[in-house]
C-alpha cells in the first residue's frame, strides 16, 4: 500500500490530519456576545418607555391609527402633507404599469429608466443647477458624494450636528474629518487655519436644516469662510427641500446664494412623499460622482414608482405654494403655543421644533405621558444629542389642522405639569 493510502485508511479511522495534531484549544471572543448582552431596549419595553417601531395601521395626514386608537403625528417629516395625495398615488400606479415593480439592476447597468433622466432634468432645473443624479436613499447620496470627492489626503469639515448619514460617508472616504462646534465659524475658521500647511483639498459640509435642534445653517459665513480657504461647500438639504426658498427650492435659494453654494444633496423621503436622494451640482462634478460612487455603483436603481411619486410632488412644489404656506401657519402655531406654555424649543427656526426636557428617564417619561394622551412622537437621546440633552423632537406638516395642533398643546401642558417640566 502506497504512503497516501495508509493517510487516507488512517485518516478514516479517525486519526489526525496532519497539521491539525496537538493544536491548542482556541479561545477567541464570540462576536456575537455583545448582542446577548444587549437588554437596555427590552428592560425599556418592559417599563412601557420604549418609543421606537411603534407600527402604524393607517395613515390620514395629520393623524395615525395605532392599534385601532387615533393619535396625531408629530415627528414625521412630511411635511408639505403630500403622502396622501391621490395624484401621487395615481402617478405611481401609472408608473407600475408601464416600467413594473423593480430595475432589478444598477443606474451603471441595467437599471437606467428614461424617467430617472427626466427626474434629474426636472430637478437640476427647479435647484438651479446644471445637473442632478438620483439614487436610491438619501442615505446612499451622503454616502456617494462625500466618498466619491474626498480622499486620503483631503479634508472634510462638519458641523457636530450633521446628519449620521454624512459621518458615515465621511468614515468610507479615508478623508481626515474635523469637526467644528455647531453653527459656529470661528470654531471652523480656526480649524482651516491649522490645517494650511497641510496637502489635499478641503470640503466643507453641513445640514441645511439640521434635524434635531431646527437650526438653519448659516450659509452666508460658511461660503465666506470657503472662499477664504479656497474650500467647497457642500449642503444636504434633506429637512430644507420643500420648506426653505422660492416654492421650497431649499437652502441655498432662501439665502440667494445658490449659484455660489457648490453642490447640493438631499432627499425625497421627506417633503416628497417618496423615498430616495439626490444631488445638485457642476455637470462635471456630477459626472463624475456617477462614475466613481460605489454606493451609487453598486445598488440597485430607484423603482419606477418612487421616480413617478416625486416627479409629481416636485410639479406640485412648483406649481401650488399654498402646501408650503400652510406649513409655516402650523410651524408658527406649534412654535409660539409651546414656547407660551413655557418649554424651551432651543432656538428652532423651522418645521422641526424639539421640547428640551433633559435627563434620558424624564424624556422616556415624558414619550409615555403623551403616548397615553393621544400623541405619536419620539424623543432623542445620546448620542443623537448631547447627553443630558434629551429632547422630544416634534414637527408639523401642512396636513395638520387647527384642532389637532391644540390636541398636542393640551397634550404637552398637562404632561409638562405633572412631571413639573413646566409650572
Given at each position: 500500500?502506497?504512503?497516501?493510502?495508509?493517510?487516507?485508511?488512517?485518516?478514516?479511522?479517525?486519526?489526525?490530519?496532519?497539521?491539525?495534531?496537538?493544536?491548542?484549544?482556541?479561545?477567541?471572543?464570540?462576536?456575537?456576545?455583545?448582542?446577548?448582552?444587549?437588554?437596555?431596549?427590552?428592560?425599556?419595553?418592559?417599563?412601557?418607555?420604549?418609543?421606537?417601531?411603534?407600527?402604524?395601521?393607517?395613515?390620514?395626514?395629520?393623524?395615525?391609527?395605532?392599534?385601532?386608537?387615533?393619535?396625531?403625528?408629530?415627528?414625521?417629516?412630511?411635511?408639505?402633507?403630500?403622502?396622501?395625495?391621490?395624484?401621487?398615488?395615481?402617478?405611481?400606479?401609472?408608473?407600475?404599469?408601464?416600467?413594473?415593480?423593480?430595475?432589478?439592476?444598477?443606474?451603471?447597468?441595467?437599471?437606467?429608466?428614461?424617467?430617472?433622466?427626466?427626474?434629474?432634468?426636472?430637478?437640476?432645473?427647479?435647484?438651479?443647477?446644471?445637473?442632478?443624479?438620483?439614487?436610491?436613499?438619501?442615505?446612499?447620496?451622503?454616502?456617494?458624494?462625500?466618498?466619491?470627492?474626498?480622499?486620503?489626503?483631503?479634508?472634510?469639515?462638519?458641523?457636530?450636528?450633521?446628519?449620521a448619514s454624512l459621518y458615515?460617508?465621511?468614515?468610507?472616504?479615508?478623508?481626515?474629518?474635523?469637526?467644528?462646534?455647531?453653527?459656529?465659524?470661528?470654531?471652523?475658521?480656526?480649524?482651516?487655519?491649522?490645517?494650511?500647511?497641510?496637502?489635499?483639498?478641503?470640503?466643507?459640509?453641513?445640514?441645511?436644516?439640521?434635524?434635531m435642534s431646527g437650526h438653519?445653517?448659516?450659509?452666508?459665513?460658511?461660503?465666506?469662510?470657503?472662499?477664504?480657504?479656497?474650500?467647497?461647500?457642500?449642503?444636504?438639504?434633506?429637512?430644507?427641500?420643500?420648506?426653505?426658498?422660492?416654492?421650497?427650492?431649499?437652502?441655498?435659494?432662501?439665502?440667494?446664494?445658490?449659484e455660489q453654494v457648490d453642490?447640493?444633496?438631499?432627499?425625497?423621503?421627506?417633503?416628497?412623499?417618496?423615498?430616495?436622494?439626490?444631488?445638485?451640482?457642476?455637470?462635471?462634478?456630477?459626472?463624475?460622482?456617477?462614475?466613481?460612487?460605489?454606493?451609487?455603483?453598486?445598488?440597485?436603481?430607484?423603482?419606477?414608482?418612487?421616480?413617478?411619486?416625486?416627479?409629481?410632488?416636485?410639479?406640485?412644489?412648483?406649481?401650488?405654494?399654498?402646501?408650503?404656506?400652510?406649513?409655516?401657519?402650523?410651524?408658527?402655531?406649534?412654535?409660539?403655543?409651546?414656547?407660551?406654555?413655557?418649554?424651551?424649543?432651543?432656538?428652532?427656526?423651522?418645521?422641526?421644533?424639539?421640547?428640551?426636557?433633559?435627563?434620558?428617564?424624564?424624556?422616556?417619561?415624558?414619550?409615555?405621558?403623551?403616548?397615553?394622551?393621544?400623541?405619536?412622537?419620539?424623543?432623542?437621546?445620546?448620542?443623537?444629542?448631547?447627553?443630558?440633552?434629551?429632547?422630544?423632537?416634534?414637527?408639523?406638516?401642512?396636513?395638520?389642522?387647527?384642532?389637532?395642533?391644540?390636541?398636542?398643546?393640551?397634550?404637552?401642558?398637562?404632561?409638562?405639569?405633572?412631571?413639573?417640566?413646566?409650572?
Amino acid at each position: 500500500m502506497s504512503d497516501s493510502a495508509k493517510s487516507m485508511k488512517q485518516t478514516a479511522a479517525g486519526e489526525d490530519m496532519v497539521g491539525f495534531v496537538d493544536m491548542p484549544e482556541v479561545k477567541t471572543a464570540d462576536i456575537f456576545a455583545k448582542a446577548h448582552k444587549f437588554t437596555l431596549a427590552e428592560e425599556a419595553e418592559a417599563a412601557g418607555i420604549y418609543p421606537y417601531f411603534k407600527a402604524i395601521e393607517a395613515q390620514y395626514g395629520g393623524t395615525v391609527s395605532v392599534d385601532g386608537r387615533e393619535m396625531v403625528i408629530t415627528g414625521s417629516n412630511d411635511y408639505l402633507g403630500l403622502t396622501q395625495d391621490p395624484r401621487l398615488k395615481e402617478a405611481a400606479r401609472k408608473a407600475l404599469d408601464s416600467f413594473s415593480t423593480s430595475c432589478t439592476g444598477s443606474r451603471f447597468l441595467t437599471g437606467t429608466l428614461t424617467l430617472h433622466e427626466k427626474l434629474e432634468e426636472s430637478l437640476a432645473k427647479f435647484l438651479g443647477k446644471e445637473s442632478a443624479l438620483t439614487f436610491s436613499a438619501g442615505y446612499l447620496g451622503c454616502l456617494s458624494v462625500v466618498s466619491a470627492l474626498a480622499g486620503r489626503r483631503d479634508i472634510i469639515y462638519y458641523d457636530r450636528e450633521n446628519h449620521a448619514s454624512l459621518y458615515d460617508g465621511a468614515r468610507l472616504s479615508f478623508a481626515t474629518l474635523r469637526k467644528y462646534e455647531h453653527s459656529d465659524l470661528e470654531s471652523l475658521e480656526q480649524a482651516l487655519r491649522k490645517d494650511l500647511d497641510k496637502p489635499g483639498g478641503r470640503m466643507i459640509v453641513t445640514d441645511g436644516i439640521f434635524s434635531m435642534s431646527g437650526h438653519i445653517a448659516k450659509l452666508p459665513g460658511l461660503l465666506e469662510i470657503a472662499k477664504r480657504y479656497n474650500a467647497r461647500l457642500v449642503v444636504d438639504d434633506a429637512h430644507s427641500t420643500g420648506v426653505l426658498g422660492e416654492n421650497g427650492r431649499g437652502t441655498s435659494d432662501h439665502y440667494g446664494l445658490t449659484e455660489q453654494v457648490d453642490l447640493i444633496v438631499g432627499t425625497f423621503s421627506k417633503s416628497f412623499a417618496s423615498v430616495g436622494g439626490f444631488l445638485a451640482g457642476d455637470r462635471k462634478i456630477v459626472h463624475y460622482v456617477k462614475n466613481h460612487a460605489r454606493p451609487f455603483i453598486f445598488t440597485a436603481a430607484l423603482p419606477a414608482m418612487q421616480v413617478a411619486t416625486t416627479l409629481k410632488a416636485l410639479e406640485i412644489m412648483e406649481t401650488e405654494p399654498e402646501h408650503q404656506a400652510r406649513l409655516w401657519q402650523n410651524v408658527d402655531i406649534l412654535q409660539q403655543g409651546l414656547k407660551n406654555l413655557g418649554f424651551d424649543t432651543l432656538g428652532s427656526e423651522s418645521p422641526i421644533v424639539p421640547v428640551l426636557i433633559g435627563p434620558e428617564i424624564l424624556t422616556g417619561m415624558f414619550w409615555k405621558g403623551l403616548w397615553e394622551e393621544g400623541v405619536f412622537t419620539t424623543p432623542a437621546i445620546s448620542p443623537s444629542v448631547p447627553a443630558g440633552r434629551a429632547i422630544i423632537r416634534t414637527s408639523v406638516n401642512a396636513n395638520h389642522t387647527p384642532e389637532q395642533l391644540d390636541r398636542l398643546l393640551d397634550a404637552f401642558e398637562s404632561v409638562g405639569k405633572q412631571l413639573d417640566v413646566i409650572s
